[in-house]
């Protein structure tokens, strides 16, 4: 019999040291792991290096919280409802340390750290400045059968990643049908993969589908249910974005009362911040507009 | 003569620039480059392949705020990482056109997304770049695009250089292995272009009813003006009633042209409709 891997979603904290560096999976508005955040948040895990690509609302509370030393990332945005308030402030104070490396080349550092490599090459960035700030990442090098100059980028390998995913089994065989930003490769760069899933299901229903499993159980070290996990980004194909839970956000922050918002994640359990932030009619609205969103029909 | 409102002039001038050759990328929320894209598709360019998200050859879709990726994935033809995607179009060559929209660019072509003021003590931190170094550094061509066109946005020289394409003649960048195309800023009040290293931007065409002089006093960096400019096309009656009836009914390309307060009205109104409209879907949906 295969392992069983499932553990609740309040011992994260053992499985997330102080300190760590922890890579956070999603991407623009999609599928972070919000719930894994939202448990560090209640836990106070704290003084983390968090290694996020196109990152949101996941870094901004973390550094909302106080729990990030250090902050690995390509972007950090609300998109449409404005800049990331606590991002914005903790780089302006000088209160966060960043390394900012441009997005393809973040793919490129993990998919390094996935296979066990120091660095990968890749072609120039252009006049890019992002190589001068940030010199631990970037390195030109020269092809050894060519001659031509490249740029090596270095393999980001986080001791822990946190990967949100639509449906995995016992043994973490983990099932995404959306937008999965680089999950697949932060999953196979981390030491540790921790995986939060919509909801668990028996071994047979992965098989049954198995070009979903973007994301295999010998990787995986525990899985943890959290439906909804990734609100208010969104889990396509089960629910949108939950924009207005967004913009009450950036309103709140806006008007000096991020501390109040913090505070109360941090008091609540996950089911708790279920039915306080998810009622039924909220429910119904967002996973109608992940159902019903129109398609153009080219004819 | 077809009654349109600017956005849909530089949307339409966008979508001239994708055609069936190609691929185009969807990436940070930048409607006007969305709705141009759909455009494209419904139109000349069917052939294109869109990737939104990562949701390779998604369809067209209808712009709106919670459930794009939703529906660029339910009709999708592939579904990749992002490292796949950025292997294959970014790094592998395939990209044909993106747009990008920073909060400046200047005479070189460099723009910001990372700060104004200085990088280790800015006075705004902004988002960050994501993938726009690359993006502009590897695909053929280049859109990078403004709501407003001034001397605030269009500066002398950037905070800090997130990206700039390098080099820019045809001939150094296929040496380098790279694809070769210009760089055009397209502009309430006219299309700028830049393909060459040792020569500033120029103007390629002026927006109608729009003056030389009035884009130059607005530049804060060097154009040149030829003798003759060319009038940028306007809109056909097809076109905007594609965008105003199908692509984007809402309205979501004003985004970019509104002040703070303004955004916040108009994202605060389309909310309000769509979880109206959602609420009622759920129950035809439940009858």
């Known amino acids: 019999m295969a392992a069983n891997k499932v553990v609740p979603l309040a011992e994260l904290p053992s499985l997330v040291p102080p300190g760590a560096s922890v890579g956070l999976g999603g991407a623009w508005m999609a599928n972070h792991p919000m719930a894994a955040v939202r448990q560090l948040i209640r836990d106070r895990i704290g003084d983390l290096h968090v290694i996020g690509s196109l990152s949101s609302i996941d870094v901004d509370q973390l550094i909302a919280a106080g729990l990030v030393r250090e902050l690995t990332f390509s972007m950090v945005s609300l998109e449409a409802y404005g800049l990331a308030p606590h991002f914005r402030r903790a780089v302006q104070d000088g209160t966060l340390r960043i390394n900012e490396v441009s997005g393809v080349a973040m793919n490129v550092a993990l998919d390094a750290g996935a296979r066990n490599l120091p660095f990968l090459p890749m072609r120039d960035i252009g006049a890019s400045e992002l190589p001068e700030v940030t010199p631990g990442a970037y390195a030109e090098i020269e092809c050894p059968f060519t001659g031509e100059r490249l740029l090596g980028i270095r393999a980001l390998n986080p001791d822990v990643a946190l990967v949100h995913v639509l449906r995995a089994d016992a043994a973490g065989n983990a099932q995404v049908e959306g937008p999965m930003g680089c999950d697949p490769e932060l999953a196979r760069a981390a030491r540790r993969l921790v995986v939060t899933c919509e909801e668990l299901v028996d071994t047979e229903t992965i098989a049954a589908n198995p070009a979903s499993t973007h994301i295999p159980g010998f990787i995986v070290d525990a899985v943890i249910e959290a439906p909804f996990g990734a609100h208010p980004t969104t889990h396509v194909p089960r629910y949108g974005l939950d924009a207005w839970a967004v913009m009450a956000y950036a309103d709140a922050c806006g008007e000096g009362r991020g501390a109040e918002v913090l505070a109360e994640l941090a008091s609540e359990t996950e089911e708790g911040y279920r039915e306080r932030a998810l009622d039924e009619d909220r429910r119904v609205v967002l996973e109608t507009v992940a159902r019903e969103a129109p398609t153009l029909e080219t004819a | ?287």
């Not at chain 2, 849909?8 to 709705?35: H, N, Q, W």
């Not at chain 2, 052939?47 to 994935?73: C, H, K, R, S």
């Not at chain 2, 579904?79 to 995607?85: I, P």
Request: with cysteine.
């Open chain 2, 1 to 287: 003569m077809t009654e349109y409102r600017i956005e849909e002039l530089m949307v339409c001038r966008i979508a001239s620039e994708v055609d069936d050759s190609g691929v185009t990328v969807l990436g940070s929320f930048t409607p006007l480059a969305y709705a141009s894209y759909m455009l494209a598709k419904l139109t000349h360019a069917r052939d294109a392949y869109l990737v939104g998200f990562n949701a390779i050859g998604m369809p067209p879709v209808e712009l709106n705020l919670t459930g794009t990726e939703a529906a660029a994935y339910r009709g999708a033809l592939a579904r990749w990482s992002f490292l796949t995607t950025t292997q294959t179009v970014h790094l592998g060559k395939r990209g044909l056109v993106e747009c990008v929209s920073p909060a400046q660019i200047d005479g070189t072509g460099a723009f910001n997304l990372a700060c104004i003021g200085d990088y280790a003590h800015p006075k705004v931190r902004m988002p960050g770049g994501a993938g726009s170094p690359e993006v502009v550094q590897h695909y053929e061509r280049i859109l990078v695009y403004f709501g407003r066109h001034d001397r605030r946005t269009l500066v002398e020289q950037v905070s800090f250089r997130t990206g700039q394409r390098a080099p820019l003649s045809a001939e150094e960048r296929r040496r380098r292995g790279l694809l070769a195309g210009p760089v055009r800023i397209i502009t309430p009040l006219a299309v700028l272009i830049k393909d060459d290293d040792e020569r500033p931007f120029r103007i390629e065409s002026l927006n109608p009813g729009v003056a030389a002089e009035q884009v130059v006093e607005n530049t804060g960096f060097e154009l040149e003006v030829p003798a003759d400019i060319p009038t940028t096309a306007e809109p056909t009656a097809d076109q905007v009633a594609l965008l105003r009836e199908r692509i984007d009914p809402h309205g979501t390309t004003r985004f970019d042209f509104l002040d703070a307060q303004e955004r916040k009205q108009m994202l605060r109104d389309l909310l309000q409709d769509e979880w109206d409209r959602a609420l009622a879907a759920s129950r035809v949906a439940a009858r």
